[in-house]
């Protein structure tokens, strides 16, 4: 079966500081990966996907994600981290059983950024 | 605007005391699906739809019930709500794998 991830439940970062959350999948075809932000008290916002293509892809607010196939990895990662990331992370694939896309979630990795 | 909407925003029920959460959205999508969110469990499906009148059950489909009967609703139904039902809800909606689903905003339910 299908399933995410996430090894870090909570992370905490310096303002500035570069950021990375890892995601791990386990999926026998190629997967269709995502990354969400879900800041306080909100819905969940599509930061970024993968379905194909190169494989380091570019998303919304200054995130990257690489995905690595030979690591079942899809990471996600910035440069310099504001204090308004300060938010939960939800790695997520698209399972194609039974032709339906159903996505199945990581538990989360919270972020606290210190000023 | 594209988006999913839900009503209410926050709940508060006693336990067995029917109620519905809606779900609406305007982008013509085929998929839609519940979700409920506990602390340290991520997001666990519920329930799903390809499409009018095609509902199944995912992960935690237990003391839920939901219909479809447009394309566009996809309503949430306690019948007897219980207490380990307190959750925060989402519902979403997806026109295809490569878009990922569009989340709203969640309703806060909470069952004394």
């Known amino acids: 079966a299908q399933s995410v991830t996430q090894p870090d439940i909570h992370i905490t970062v310096s303002e500035g500081a570069s950021l990375e959350l890892r995601c791990n999948y386990s999926?026998?075809?190629?997967?269709?990966l995502f990354w969400y932000v879900q800041s306080p008290g909100q819905g969940l916002q599509l930061l970024l996907k993968y379905f194909s293509g190169d494989t380091l892809v570019q998303g919304i607010k200054g995130f990257e994600a690489e995905f690595k196939r030979s690591q079942s990895s899809f990471n996600l990662r910035k440069p310099s981290v504001h204090w308004s990331d300060a938010a939960e992370y939800f790695c997520a694939v698209v399972s194609d059983s039974g032709g339906y896309n159903m996505l199945i979630f990581g538990a989360g990795t919270r972020l606290a950024v210190h000023p | 605007e594209a988006q999913v909407t839900q009503n209410p925003r926050y709940l508060i029920t006693v336990t067995g005391k029917k109620l519905t959460v809606t779900c609406s959205q305007n982008?013509?999508?085929?998929?839609m699906s519940w979700y409920r969110q506990d602390p340290g469990l991520g997001l666990r499906q519920i329930y799903y739809?390809?499409?009018?009148?095609?509902?199944d059950k995912g992960d935690v489909p237990e003391g839920y019930k939901v219909s479809r009967k447009e394309k566009r609703n996809f309503p949430l139904i306690l019948e007897s709500p219980s207490p380990n039902q307190t959750s925060l809800y989402f519902c979403a909606s997806s026109g295809s794998r490569v878009h990922g689903y569009t989340f709203g905003s969640g309703t806060r339910l909470t069952v004394v």
């Open positions: 999926y026998g075809a190629t997967p269709y």
């Open positions: 739809s390809m499409n009018v009148e095609v509902t």
């Open positions: 982008m013509n999508h085929e998929y």
